[in-house]
């Protein structure tokens, strides 16, 4: 098998290198990755069967990668911080090593990738999501109904038909009501898409998930990008414009 290695950090890839090369496995390492920027670059254009990666690199996280591109090749991660683990299986992960990991760790993982091949998809055995036909909504998920945002001491409880839209902003994200108002939710935009109904809400770029209901206006914004315009104005008045990957999946979560 073909794989690749994101890791930014020399001792650690030379040491996954080595355990790999000396597995009971036919691997072949197909290139190494140090940075978000190099990724993103190389998986434009190449492939392979399985992906180690590390979270936290010099110039961002991996977890940008895997969203921006919406890489379908099986990952298996080794970090160092559990608090990704969540988090990194909404993206196709096999497994999440914590370092230091050990040879007999790394070949079960890697068993579990052949495992999933075996089987043609992957399992709930390893809590991710198996595929849906193109054009269709997956509506056998409960879905979140209410978010809990503060203000001052005052807590409230925000119904899902409430919400306009979330919007992500350096580390912080926030949530925007149909009445105009905006609150700072404790979530990240990765974790919270799996949360949402998909029928209603579609995360249109790294940035913004809308809801359907709270879109006022879908025009052109330029050959290749759509803009929307919400009923209620985002306080800094961001251009929302539906990133150019997701056009195609916008026009049929449209049409449903």
Not at 55 to 71: A, C, N, P, R
Not at 104 to 116: P, R, S
Not at 166 to 188: N, P, V
């Amino acid at each position: 098998m073909e794989v690749v290695i994101i890791e930014d950090e020399d001792l650690a890839a030379v040491s996954l290198e080595n355990l790999l090369l000396k597995s009971n496995f036919d691997i072949r390492i197909k290139a190494r990755l140090e940075s978000v920027e190099d990724s993103l670059e190389w998986f434009k254009s190449n492939t392979c069967d399985l992906i180690f990666s590390d979270i936290h690199l010099g110039d961002g996280e991996s977890l940008e990668i895997f969203e921006t591109l919406d890489i379908k090749i099986p990952i298996i991660f080794t970090t160092a911080f559990d608090q990704y683990a969540i988090q990194s299986f909404q993206f196709f992960a096999i497994d999440y090593l914590l370092k230091p990991y050990n040879k007999e760790k790394l070949e079960g993982a890697i068993q579990k990738y052949l495992d999933t091949q075996n089987l043609g998809s992957f399992s709930n055995e390893n809590n991710t999501s198996l595929p849906t036909m193109p054009g269709t909504i997956k509506e056998d998920m409960v879905y979140q109904e209410r978010f809990l945002v503060s203000r001052g001491k005052q807590l409230i409880s925000v119904n899902n038909r409430q919400v306009a839209c979330f919007m992500a902003q350096d580390k912080y994200l926030f949530l925007f009501t149909t009445s105009g108002e905006s609150y700072l939710y404790e979530d990240t935009i990765s974790s919270l898409t799996d949360k949402l109904s998909k029928k209603h809400f579609f995360k249109i770029n790294r940035k913004f998930i809308v809801r359907h209901d709270a879109i006022k206006n879908i025009v052109m914004y330029s050959k290749n990008r759509i803009k929307i315009e919400l009923h209620e104005t985002v306080s800094n008045d961001e251009l929302i414009l539906v990133s150019s990957k997701n056009n195609s999946e916008f026009k049929k979560w449209l049409n449903n």
